[in-house]
């Protein structure tokens, strides 16, 4: 009995590109099953909120240049989505404020709405303006996501398997990052142990402190936005528990002003919490 390839795509079929290099490597897979081409059944969505790194973008856009691959660029819009590109892309944490406003408080470890609202609704949506999904909930649950074989806890809340290939295939970071080293391109930003430190929202709430304070420490300017966000929030939440992205750790006001003091009150071994933005 031949084995069964879980990269191939049969039916409608949403890959769920973060713009990290584990997601980038799922959809390369896939294309390689499809003999170097994107089945007609799926389609590629990278969800943009606005705080992402400079090269990630720049990353998302060279895997559609170099593999011909169609990759969506949507972000979060109150009442639906946007579809945007390389060029008009937000790059100034836009979609995120206006989801905040909307909120009036902050996303934090317990409810953690950012990933929901600024990336799975929206695709979602696409997915049911394109009518291969007959309703919401199918369409938030169609996508394949980048998750790897050497991240079980994470793939232990993936019911449907076939969501998530690269555990099935048994591929782990070390996979991604050989694949990777002998590429004619790749994400212009630091490979840690597999860990891609500036990855995703840049100075995500669910990184670790000591992480987040290297972060702001080697590029000040990161922390203003988040500041900012946590100033907003104070005078729109109903209680002060609204105002902040983490009640455990200092305010990103306080992490920047610390970091120019060189200061450093967090565990190196701090361990970042899993999140479903992807690699």
Same mark, same amino acid.
């Given at each position: 009995?031949?084995?069964?390839?879980?990269?191939?795509?049969?039916?409608?079929?949403?890959?769920?590109?973060?713009?990290?290099?584990?997601?980038?490597?799922?959809?390369?897979?896939?294309?390689?099953?499809?003999?170097?081409?994107?089945?007609?059944?799926?389609?590629?969505?990278?969800?943009?909120?606005?705080?992402?790194?400079?090269?990630?973008?720049?990353?998302?856009?060279?895997?559609?240049? +170099?593999?011909?691959?169609?990759?969506?660029?949507?972000?979060?819009?109150?009442?639906?989505?946007?579809?945007?590109?390389?060029?008009?892309?937000?790059?100034?944490?836009?979609?995120?404020?206006?989801?905040?406003?909307?909120?009036?408080?902050?996303?934090?470890?317990?409810?953690?709405?950012?990933?929901?609202?600024?990336?799975?609704?929206?695709?979602?949506?696409?997915?049911?303006?394109?009518?291969?999904?007959?309703?919401?909930?199918?369409?938030?649950?169609?996508?394949?996501?980048?998750?790897?074989?050497?991240?079980?806890?994470?793939?232990?809340?993936?019911?449907?398997?076939?969501?998530?290939?690269?555990?099935?295939?048994?591929?782990?970071?070390?996979?991604?990052?050989?694949?990777?080293? +002998?590429?004619?391109?790749?994400?212009?930003?630091?490979?840690?142990?597999?860990?891609?430190?500036?990855?995703?929202?840049?100075?995500?709430?669910?990184?670790?402190?000591?992480?987040?304070?290297?972060?702001?420490?080697?590029?000040?300017?990161?922390?203003?936005?988040?500041?900012?966000?946590?100033?907003?929030?104070?005078?729109?939440?109903?209680?002060?528990?609204?105002?902040?992205?983490?009640?455990?750790?200092?305010?990103?006001?306080?992490?920047?002003?610390?970091?120019?003091?060189?200061?450093?009150?967090?565990?190196?071994?701090?361990?970042?919490?899993?999140?479903?933005?992807?690699?």
């Amino acid at each position: 009995m031949s084995e069964i390839d879980p990269f191939k795509i049969d039916s409608p079929t949403c890959i769920s590109f973060s713009g990290g290099r584990t997601s980038a490597y799922m959809l390369w897979r896939v294309l390689q099953s499809g003999g170097g081409q994107l089945p007609c059944q799926a389609v590629v969505c990278f969800a943009n909120t606005g705080k992402e790194d400079e090269k990630t973008l720049e990353f998302v856009r060279d895997c559609s240049v +170099n593999w011909n691959v169609p990759i969506t660029w949507l972000e979060y819009a109150e009442v639906d989505y946007t579809i945007v590109n390389f060029a008009t892309a937000s790059r100034n944490g836009e979609p995120f404020e206006a989801l905040i406003r909307k909120r009036n408080y902050l996303p934090n470890p317990v409810t953690r709405f950012c990933t929901s609202e600024l990336k799975i609704r929206p695709i979602g949506r696409y997915l049911l303006s394109l009518g291969i999904a007959n309703s919401k909930t199918e369409a938030e649950n169609m996508s394949m996501i980048g998750m790897r074989a050497d991240e079980q806890r994470r793939a232990a809340k993936i019911a449907d398997k076939s969501r998530i290939p690269l555990v099935t295939a048994g591929i782990t970071k070390k996979d991604v990052g050989d694949f990777w080293r +002998n590429q004619s391109f790749d994400l212009q930003l630091p490979n840690n142990n597999g860990v891609t430190m500036h990855g995703n929202c840049d100075l995500c709430f669910l990184k670790g402190g000591h992480q987040i304070l290297s972060l702001i420490t080697e590029k000040p300017e990161r922390a203003v936005w988040w500041a900012k966000m946590e100033a907003l929030a104070l005078a729109l939440a109903s209680k002060p528990s609204g105002a902040v992205f983490r009640s455990d750790r200092p305010s990103y006001a306080s992490m920047l002003k610390f970091s120019q003091q060189q200061q450093n009150m967090f565990d190196p071994d701090e361990e970042a919490i899993a999140c479903f933005c992807g690699d």
